[in-house]
């Protein structure tokens, strides 16, 4: 299977660069680990495997592999954190929850190319010294489970993974642990306390940074589906020259998946940083509908800052610095941040013309206020009011002092939380407000009263004020 060919109408855009992608929809290819190891599959694994698990680790950092999950935190530094002499045993486990909206790269991963994913665990736990590993699946991906189980089982049959593995003495165990669905699983910590048979409560760092403390209170690494499968290919590549491709702190190929108003949404895996938000938009996904102009983008799933068509950003520092439109702000992590948003989990929500605010950050509010894991007072009443107020908006309903409400009580959230939640569920709030307040206040009316008058002529009544 040398000659690489994809499925009818199924073909790489000329822009992309596949290399975690190479066998999504490739023709020919199946699920089998007789297919994966003709295509050279496992070959990774025997060479790190005749390696120290500290040059895999230096192989990761040299790479530069930053998280593909969301954080965008360089993966070989993570490793390192690993306690020294530590006498626990260690864990690794691979995030495969992907339930962040606008984000759909893990899932055909999972279902197409399983045994990459494997392999990639397989020496990324050789490389920290896990001899027991999960794979933490969402339900909703019931087929996903399956078929990972089966390549499981076919890797042990094969002597990839169990004991002495490759006669190297080296044990590795790899499980399937189905979630129920929860958005706050997606959280490393809230993770970990799921798979002990837990509420997923996310926990307090510091302490419980689970490079120290973890799973069952040992060190535990969790890395995403795509970040794992990055590591065969820095071992093929070696890390210098995977570390080439991208650009510098921004190494190596991501996967963005664009959703929303778009002529061609879909995946698109390209070098991070090699193109631009415009390219995205009207080369590889064929630009707007038409007779639509383009409104807003949510660059890295539902928790990024939304980005205004019409703004501009100033990139650089010193003498480099510039100004640049929407159009050309290159797709990767420092200058989606530089621009007040980020990278995330890549998935690229696009916005036109045709959309109402009001309805895109209700449809946000709602999202979030149902998955709130309610340990935090001011994610649990507050997600839920940043609802409800929005709730007024959309159905015409609300004062425009509504509109100053809102974002006080995103703001109140902000930094206020154990977990990240607290800002995944606010930062769209602030974001959408400080961009399109105008628009959010022309849906209210001047003849309702607004929810803070409400709730301070109930506290009165009740004699609490």
Request: hydrophobic share 35%; net charge negative; proline share 5%.
């Amino acid at each position: 299977m040398s000659e690489i060919k994809y499925l009818p109408g199924k073909e790489p855009h000329p822009r992309e660069t596949r290399s975690v992608f190479k066998n999504v929809d490739r023709e020919g290819w199946d699920q089998s680990i007789e297919t994966y190891i003709a295509d050279g599959g496992y070959e990774m694994q025997k060479k790190a495997y005749k390696m120290t698990p500290d040059e895999i680790r230096e192989e990761v950092k040299t790479a530069g592999l930053r998280g593909r999950g969301g954080a965008g935190f360089p993966a070989g530094v993570k490793w390192g954190f690993l306690p020294p002499n530590n006498e626990k045993p260690v864990y690794l486990i691979c995030n495969a929850d992907e339930s962040e909206p606008g984000t759909f790269k893990d899932r055909y991963i999972i279902h197409q190319d399983p045994h990459q994913l494997i392999e990639g665990m397989a020496i990324s736990c050789f490389s920290v010294g896990a001899h027991l590993a999960y794979i933490y699946i969402r339900e909703e991906f019931p087929e996903g489970a399956q078929i990972l189980e089966k390549a499981i089982e076919e890797a042990h049959a094969k002597g990839f993974l169990g004991k002495d593995i490759l006669g190297t003495g080296f044990d590795l165990e790899i499980y399937v642990h189905r979630g129920a669905g929860a958005y706050i699983c997606g959280e490393e910590t809230g993770l970990i306390e799921s798979l002990e048979g837990k509420r997923p409560y996310p926990r307090i760092k510091p302490p419980y940074f689970p490079a120290a403390m973890g799973l069952y209170l040992c060190p535990t690494i969790v890395n995403n589906v795509e970040t794992l499968c990055h590591v065969k290919h820095i071992m093929q590549m070696g890390g210098e020259e995977w570390s080439k491709t991208g650009k510098p702190n921004n190494t190596g190929t991501r996967i963005l998946c664009v959703s929303g108003d778009v002529v061609n949404p879909g995946y698109f895996e390209v070098q991070v940083g090699h193109v631009t938000m415009g390219e995205l938009i009207n080369d590889m996904c064929g630009g707007l509908k038409d007779g639509r102009k383009l409104k807003a983008v949510i660059p890295g799933g539902s928790s990024a800052k939304v980005l205004r068509a019409d703004e501009t950003f100033k990139i650089g520092k010193g003498d480099d610095e510039k100004e640049i439109d929407i159009w050309d702000i290159p797709m990767d992590f420092d200058t989606l941040a530089a621009c007040g948003s980020m990278a995330g989990s890549g998935g690229v929500i696009v916005i036109d013309d045709s959309r109402s605010i009001s309805w895109v950050l209700n449809n946000i509010n709602n999202f979030y206020a149902h998955e709130s894991c309610g340990q935090c007072t001011p994610c649990r009443e507050g997600s839920l009011w940043m609802k409800k107020i929005t709730d007024r908006v959309v159905k015409g309903q609300a004062s425009p002092d509504d509109i100053d409400t809102l974002d006080a009580v995103a703001r109140n959230i902000d930094g206020r939380t154990i977990c990240a939640f607290g800002e995944a569920s606010s930062w769209p709030t602030e974001s959408f407000i400080d961009k399109f307040k105008d628009e959010l206040v022309a849906d209210t009316s001047e003849d309702y009263e607004g929810v803070a008058v409400n709730a301070e002529r109930e506290l009165a009544a009740a004699g609490l004020k």
